[in-house]
C-alpha cells in the first residue's frame, strides 16, 4: 500500500450507517480529500462514497447549499444539515433518528407535511401583497423544513410512545408544525378566525407539552424558543 495514500492529511475516514431490510450496517469510507486543507462537508463524502465504494448508497440532497432543508442526516447522533456540515476523523454518519427510515439515510417526511392537514382554516385569507410584514414573520418563513428541530422534542417523540390511533401522518405536533403554525398567526394577511384556528390547532398537536420543555433548537438558527412556543403558549392562555 502507497504510504502517501495512508497520510490522514490526504484521507479522512467516517463510518456510514445505512439501513437496509431492517438492519443498520456499518461500513468504514476513507474520504480522499481534493486538497490538503479541504473540510469536506458530509454531503461531499456520501457523494464519494457512492461513486467508489457504495453504489447503492441511498440518501437525500437537492440544493447544496441550505437551501432546500431535505439533506438533514445525523452525524455522531446529532441532526446537521448534510450539505453545510462539516466531517471530521471519525465521525458516524446515519439517517435521522427522528423519523422512520425508509432506507439507507433516507427517512420518511410524508408523516410530518401530512400533519397539518385539516387543522388549519384554509379560508379568510385575504390577498394584499402590500401589506407589510413584520420581522418575526419573515425570520420565521426562512424555515428550509430539515427537520433538525425534531431532536429531543419530548411532544415529538410521543409520536413513538403514546399513538392516538393509526392515522398515516404523526398525531403529535413538533417544532416545525408549530412554527408553521405561527407563521399563520403572524401572516399580517391572516384574518382573526385565521390565526385562532392556528392556536387551536397548535393546542390539539399537543402544545401544553412545551410547558414543561427547556425549548427547542433550530438548525438555521431561527429563535424558536422567542418566537414561536412563547407567543404560541401567551396566545392560548396556557401562559399568561
Ligand atoms: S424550524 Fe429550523 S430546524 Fe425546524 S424545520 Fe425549520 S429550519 Fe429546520
Ligand atoms: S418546546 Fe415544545 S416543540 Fe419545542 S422541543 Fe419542547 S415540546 Fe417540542
Ligand atoms: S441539499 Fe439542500 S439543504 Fe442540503
Known amino acids: 500500500m502507497n504510504r502517501r495514500l495512508q497520510n490522514n492529511s490526504e484521507y479522512l475516514e467516517v463510518t456510514i450507517i445505512a439501513h437496509k431490510e431492517g438492519q443498520d450496517l456499518p461500513t468504514k469510507f476513507k474520504y480522499k480529500k481534493r486538497n490538503e486543507k479541504e473540510k469536506p462537508m458530509a454531503l461531499d463524502v456520501l457523494l464519494q462514497a457512492q461513486e467508489n465504494q457504495l453504489p447503492d448508497l441511498a440518501f437525500r ?12 442526516i445525523d452525524i455522531n447522533g446529532k441532526p446537521r444539515i448534510a450539505c453545510r456540515a462539516v466531517v471530521r476523523d471519525g465521525d458516524e454518519l446515519k439517517a435521522m433518528s427522528t423519523l422512520p427510515v425508509i432506507t439507507d439515510l433516507i427517512v420518511r417526511r410524508d408523516q410530518i407535511s401530512r400533519q397539518l392537514k385539516g387543522k388549519i382554516y384554509e379560508g379568510g385569507r385575504k390577498n394584499d401583497l402590500n401589506v407589510e410584514a413584520s420581522e418575526d414573520y419573515h425570520e420565521l418563513t426562512s424555515c428550509i423544513e430539515c427537520y433538525a428541530c425534531l431532536d429531543n422534542c419530548p411532544m415529538h417523540e410521543k409520536n413513538f410512545s403514546e399513538i392516538k390511533n393509526d392515522q398515516d401522518y404523526f398525531q403529535w405536533g413538533n417544532p416545525f408544525s408549530l412554527l408553521k403554525l405561527q407563521t399563520i398567526a403572524t401572516d399580517p394577511v391572516s384574518t382573526v378566525v385565521r390565526r ?37 403558549l401567551q396566545n392560548s392562555k396556557l401562559v399568561d
Open 61 to 72: 440532497y437537492g440544493c447544496r447549499a441550505r437551501n432546500c432543508g431535505v439533506c438533514t
Open 196 to 232: 385562532e384556528a392556528a392556536v387551536s390547532a397548535a393546542l390539539e398537536l399537543g402544545l401544553e407539552t412545551c410547558l414543561d420543555c427547556p425549548g427547542c433548537k433550530c438548525g438555521v438558527g431561527i429563535d424558536l424558543k422567542g418566537k414561536v412556543i412563547k407567543p404560541l
